[in-house]
């Protein structure tokens, strides 16, 4: 029923305001989402390669729409459980995922506590078929593996968070690889908030290798790591698997000995301070105490502006190219924290808040997956002058669009904000959408 309580605004009593519009939506931007989704068949891919333990015979709601709504809310940004009530009627969700209304928040609650180690195993399976797919759409050349460790907060008693002291907080500490090139999340994985940085990478990240030597043996692997990653392990997993990497080391005494040749070289450039600022660049083979042989070494070494004190960066490296061109290359690894910063704020991966470590765990991977969509559908089919835009700002532009509803006997017609200033915008994000050259199964 309408709550009929039409208000007056004291700044000008004749705007009047109330909420019985009728049959609308803010989100009618969201059926570009649904296009993009059917367009890939990610849909009917759920359906078959995804299935909770789950002893009842039958279901109103399936695992299938369960988490397709899952993805679709999390694309609009509704975050919290709580939002499958209060878009329950709501006529865009109700279109998009093809149902009279949505699953309630306690329908929603026993559906992820039904995710178990095999529902963990299935999000792995569904994101490399899906990967298989967006290849076949645009094949790269090569792919940036980046890896870092972020923590998710945890508030309360959940399984498995703890005290991180890095970070002086309380959570989990997730292990995550991005494609440095593309934005695309590779792989998470959710660990205990004691874990160390690199702790479990070699096992994270051979499902990665594995993955990329079968299904793709002409793209080209790519590896960085910060210095918690600076572990000869990893050193090896990469060179066994044919992987160019460059890894920080801490810099330490022996390292800066190493390149004392670069200090002198400094001093003489800047002992006038004529110049602030300046860098230099090195190589040389080296050999830690937990090395079984030498490996090539390449650094910078700079003055900063103002500064007089040196700073050193030291990267560990398997590749052949100059010294100056692996340093930078390292140091595009910064942008990382930009895709973090979008998982965590666009996506909300902090959304940690059972008490099971196991329901966080899987909770993750829907976040993760509706991360991977929006990405693939920014990149593939989002108009070309959105295409560098953040996830906040084409909600706000593209999907938070208000629409009427109007229904006939054959059709439900979606009649959007006619002042909307990204109409063009729209029509050619649905025009790329209907362009795209997907491999049929």
Not at 342 to 356: L, N, W
């Given at each position: 029923?309408?709550?009929?309580?039409?208000?007056?605004?004291?700044?000008?009593?004749?705007?009047?305001?109330?909420?019985?519009?009728?049959?609308?939506?803010?989100?009618?931007?969201?059926?570009?989402?649904?296009?993009?989704?059917?367009?890939?068949?990610?849909?009917?891919?759920?359906?078959?390669?995804?299935?909770?333990?789950?002893?009842?015979?039958?279901?109103?709601?399936?695992?299938?729409?369960?988490?397709?709504?899952?993805?679709?809310?999390?694309?609009?940004?509704?975050?919290?459980?709580?939002?499958?009530?209060?878009?329950?009627?709501?006529?865009?969700?109700?279109?998009?995922?093809?149902?009279?209304?949505?699953?309630?928040?306690?329908?929603?609650?026993?559906?992820?506590?039904?995710?178990?180690?095999d529902t963990?195993?299935?999000?792995?399976?569904?994101?490399?078929?899906?990967?298989?797919?967006?290849?076949?759409?645009?094949?790269?050349?090569?792919?940036?593996?980046?890896?870092?460790?972020?923590?998710?907060?945890?508030?309360?008693?959940?399984?498995?968070?703890?005290?991180?002291?890095?970070?002086?907080?309380?959570?989990?500490?997730?292990?995550?690889?991005?494609?440095?090139?593309?934005?695309?999340?590779?792989?998470?994985?959710?660990?205990?908030?004691?874990?160390?940085?690199?702790?479990?990478?070699?096992?994270?990240?051979?499902?990665?290798?594995?993955?990329?030597?079968?299904?793709?043996p002409s793209?080209?692997?790519?590896?960085?790591?910060?210095?918690?990653?600076?572990?000869?392990?990893?050193?090896?997993?990469?060179?066994?698997?044919?992987?160019?990497?460059?890894?920080?080391?801490?810099?330490?005494?022996?390292?800066?000995?190493?390149?004392?040749?670069?200090?002198?070289?400094?001093?003489?450039?800047?002992?006038?301070n004529t110049?602030?600022?300046?860098?230099?660049?090195?190589?040389?083979?080296?050999?830690?105490?937990?090395?079984?042989?030498?490996?090539?070494?390449?650094?910078?070494?700079?003055?900063?502006?103002?500064?007089?004190?040196?700073?050193?960066?030291?990267?560990?490296?398997?590749?052949?190219?100059?010294?100056?061109?692996?340093?930078?290359?390292?140091?595009?690894?910064?942008?990382?924290?930009?895709?973090?910063?979008?998982?965590?704020?666009?996506?909300?991966?902090?959304?940690?808040?059972?008490?099971?470590?196991?329901?966080?765990?899987?909770?993750?991977?829907?976040?993760?997956?509706?991360?991977?969509?929006?990405?693939?559908?920014?990149?593939?089919?989002?108009?070309?002058?959105?295409?560098?835009?953040?996830?906040?700002?084409?909600?706000?532009?593209?999907?938070?669009?208000?629409?009427?509803?109007?229904?006939?006997?054959?059709?439900?017609?979606?009649?959007?904000?006619?002042?909307?200033?990204?109409?063009?915008?729209?029509?050619?994000?649905?025009?790329?959408?209907?362009?795209?050259?997907?491999?049929?199964?």
């Amino acid at each position: 029923m309408s709550i009929v309580n039409t208000l007056s605004l004291e700044s000008n009593r004749q705007i009047k305001i109330n909420f019985d519009g009728g049959d609308l939506s803010s989100d009618a931007g969201l059926p570009l989402i649904k296009e993009f989704v059917s367009k890939l068949g990610i849909d009917k891919l759920l359906g078959k390669a995804f299935k909770t333990n789950d002893s009842a015979l039958f279901r109103y709601h399936t695992d299938q729409e369960n988490l397709l709504q899952m993805i679709y809310t999390i694309i609009a940004g509704y975050f919290e459980d709580d939002a499958s009530d209060e878009l329950t009627n709501d006529p865009v969700f109700k279109s998009v995922l093809e149902k009279d209304a949505l699953a309630s928040q306690p329908t929603v609650s026993r559906f992820f506590n039904r995710m178990d180690e095999d529902t963990l195993n299935q999000f792995l399976t569904i994101g490399r078929i899906l990967r298989n797919k967006i290849y076949n759409i645009q094949m790269p050349q090569a792919v940036i593996l980046d890896l870092d460790s972020t923590l998710l907060d945890a508030y309360g008693r959940q399984e498995g968070s703890a005290f991180n002291f890095h970070y002086q907080s309380n959570g989990y500490h997730p292990l995550v690889c991005y494609d440095g090139m593309t934005e695309d999340l590779i792989k998470i994985q959710l660990r205990d908030g004691t874990q160390y940085s690199c702790t479990g990478v070699v096992d994270f990240l051979q499902t990665v290798l594995d993955e990329y030597l079968n299904d793709y043996p002409s793209i080209r692997i790519l590896l960085r790591g910060d210095s918690g990653f600076a572990t000869p392990d990893l050193y090896e997993q990469c060179e066994k698997n044919g992987t160019s990497y460059v890894i920080r080391l801490k810099e330490n005494g022996i390292l800066r000995e190493k390149v004392s040749d670069l200090v002198d070289e400094l001093d003489e450039i800047t002992q006038n301070n004529t110049v602030d600022y300046a860098a230099a660049y090195g190589e040389f083979m080296y050999k830690a105490g937990s090395w079984p042989y030498e490996r090539r070494v390449v650094c910078k070494v700079e003055k900063p502006d103002n500064q007089m004190v040196y700073m050193y960066t030291f990267v560990v490296t398997n590749m052949e190219s100059s010294p100056e061109y692996l340093i930078k290359f390292y140091c595009k690894r910064g942008l990382m924290e930009n895709f973090i910063k979008e998982s965590k704020s666009g996506f909300d991966f902090a959304s940690v808040s059972s008490h099971s470590r196991m329901v966080n765990a899987n909770r993750l991977q829907v976040h993760a997956l509706a991360y991977n969509i929006f990405n693939w559908f920014r990149l593939l089919v989002l108009s070309v002058n959105m295409r560098k835009q953040r996830i906040d700002t084409v909600r706000l532009k593209l999907l938070k669009i208000a629409a009427k509803v109007v229904r006939s006997a054959r059709y439900i017609t979606f009649k959007l904000c006619s002042s909307c200033p990204y109409k063009n915008e729209f029509y050619e994000t649905l025009s790329n959408i209907g362009k795209l050259n997907v491999q049929l199964e």
